[in-house]
């Protein structure tokens, strides 16, 4: 009998309605949509106004069940990956099964920022394998602009908002996760922050004066992480799995920054007509963006696909998922 691996048997994304063009944050900051295009490639963001992070995902969540003519009671697990939780606690996901009628699953929230989703993938396709559980959902989702600080142009171009969320089943034809490798580096975690309203800076006056609930970039260092970790490990777990450009039929890159989604395709030696890129239209929505992609390329994924999914973020955190697709549209 064949190993029984986890396979992505559906994808849902959402996006809030607003959107806000790099012409609209030029009217905010001194930026130009000329220095965001070229620096970043993101042309325009969503903007939830009302709600929270858990809207983002009961959404993406509600679309991904309809779609996939799954009942919310055979839910087993849900987790969610953010780092804009509704609330320090209870979790996001716990609000989520409350908001869409997942009362039969347990759930909890997992924070590894932009790498988020791959954490999530990878921890939940454990429960697929041992043979235990066989419907669980991961769900990306963050309102960025919650911790965004709309006086900073260096960071408030890049973030916006969404919600994606994938069903994981059982399979047992060799197709779904076949490989991951994932990586931590605490000592960068100055570098990529939102320093107030945890244990260390609990949230005073002092904190909100020194603006410390919003996130903090030291853009050019993160860059320069993230561009070798990145290709590298996308490099690695292709050699690991005797891979080579040709074979891999898509590349699923975090949305952080053209530039580094460049260098990781070129490092992998795959050409860009294979790689999976809608930073134009939603900017960096941190868990969500790996998601965001699959729901968006979704017809064009054919069964047996070989797809490498490859992510950096705050912690510093990264990694690399390979996966063999599990169907067609
Ligand atoms: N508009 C106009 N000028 C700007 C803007 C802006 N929005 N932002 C910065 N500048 C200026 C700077 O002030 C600087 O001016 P100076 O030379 O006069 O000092 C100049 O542009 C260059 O600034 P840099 O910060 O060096 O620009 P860089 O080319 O590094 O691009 C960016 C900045 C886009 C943030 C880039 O560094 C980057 O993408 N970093 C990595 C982001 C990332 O991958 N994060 C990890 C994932 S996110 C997560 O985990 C939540």
New binding site residues.
């Given amino acids: 009998m064949m190993k029984i691996r986890a396979a992505i048997t559906g994808v849902n994304g959402f996006v809030p309605d607003e959107v806000l063009s790099n012409d609209d ?1 030029a009217k905010i ?4 949509d000329e ?2 295009t070229t ?2 490639g993101v042309k325009e963001r969503r903007v939830l106004r009302q709600g929270a992070s858990s809207d983002l995902a009961s959404s993406a969540v509600q679309g991904l069940l309809k779609k996939t003519n799954t009942n919310p009671l055979d839910i087993e697990l849900l987790i969610v990956a953010t ?1 804009t939780p509704d609330y320090l606690f209870p979790s996001t996901a716990n609000i989520v099964c409350d908001k869409v009628g997942m009362i039969n699953a347990w759930s909890f929230d997992l924070n590894a ?3 988020g989703f791959l954490y999530a993938l990878s921890t939940a396709i454990q429960f697929i394998e041992t043979g235990r559980y066989k419907k669980i959902i991961v769900v990306g989702a963050d309102k ?1 602009t919650s911790i965004v600080d709309y006086t900073d ?7 916006g908002d969404a919600g994606g969320a994938i069903l994981l089943e059982p399979n047992e034809e060799g197709l779904g996760v076949q490989d991951f490798i994932l990586r931590c580096d605490g000592s960068g975690r100055e570098l ?1 922050v939102q320093p107030g309203g945890g244990s260390m800076n609990p949230a005073s006056v002092e904190t909100v004066e020194n603006r410390m609930h919003y ?1 903090r ?1 030291e ?2 260092q ?2 320069k992480f ?1 561009v070798t970790n990145m290709a590298e490990v996308s490099a690695e777990i292709m050699e690991k799995n005797k891979l080579k450009g040709e074979d891999i039929a898509w590349l699923v890159p ?1 949305q ?2 053209l ?2 989604i460049d260098a990781t395709a070129d490092r992998m030696g795959i050409t860009k007509d294979k790689v999976m890129i809608n930073i134009h239209k939603y900017g ?1 929505t ?1 868990a969500a963006t790996l998601p965001l992609c699959l729901w968006d390329y979704e017809k064009q994924l054919k069964k047996g696909d070989n797809i490498i999914l490859s992510a ?4 510093f ?1 990264w990694g690399a998922v390979y996966l063999k697709w599990a169907y067609n549209s």
Wanted: charged share 10%; net charge positive; glycine share 10%.
């Fill in positions: 944050l900051v001194d930026t130009s220095w965001i620096r970043t780092v920022a932009c790498s960025m142009r260096t960071t408030c171009v890049l973030f990529l996130i970039q853009g050019k993160v860059f993230a975090h952080a920054n530039r580094i960096n941190t950096f973020g705050g912690g955190t």
